[in-house]
């Protein structure tokens, strides 16, 4: 019933949504976003009633502490998971209605994910797992590989090709991560603290790589605390308890 109810209001207001995305080359229009989970007797509102809009080519920080709900939010944004209500548009397609099958198809054309535990295939060499979306992408074995070889050595890592995940430290596999996020150049990327749990050396090889994405115009959205980071903004949009709190 509210569904029903939402998906009214939704399409009334479509034609509004879409002529600000076009006047403002929005790649996210999010609109009342709700997301809950509920363990127990407890209901956490780690997403509640969010509106955003993100400009095509901006670099925006999201800001908050640990439980803020940054990691369900960057989700939502991404199409990785789906809000109980509001609705969300990513380069002008309504990713709220879209059925699953479609969105990973979206999803794996429009934005490169980088998480912040890395979630490399384990079964996978570094290669591979920069090759996988490739794959999925339908680029010839002989393409993927190539451009997964420039990749690792844009990251500095051509002598880990053939490794596994559990042989590389965090940092590199943090780098093969990226890497994998950029095989099918996605004019987006969303990172969720991409650098929290890596040494000074890889964070600054994070940042300065970013720095150069943002000037190629990619749209960055990153969840971070770092300063490295947030120096590079556009803006920073501050989140706590689900809220943003300076939505400008
Ligand atoms: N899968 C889940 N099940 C239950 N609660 C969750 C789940 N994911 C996140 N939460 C809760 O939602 C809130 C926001 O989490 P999260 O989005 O991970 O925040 P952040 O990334 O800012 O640390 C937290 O209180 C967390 O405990
Ligand atoms: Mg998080």
Redesign the pocket.
Known sequence: MEREFFAEIDSSDSAEHRKLIKENDLVILARDLIKN?E?GDFL?K?VDNVSLEIKRGEFIVIK??????????LNLIGGLDLPEQGIIYYDGVLITSMKEESLATFRLMNSGFIFQNYNLISTLTAEENIMFPMSLAGVSLKDQREHAVSLLSKMGLENRREHLPFQLSAGEQQRVAIARALANRPPNILA?EPTANLDKKTSIFIQALFKELKEKGITMII?THDDGLIELADRVIL?EN?KILNNT
């Not at 908050?64 to 939010?73: M, Q």
């Open positions: 989970y363990i956490v780690a908050g502490h640990s439980g803020a709900g940054k990691t369900t939010l969720d969840a989140f689900g």
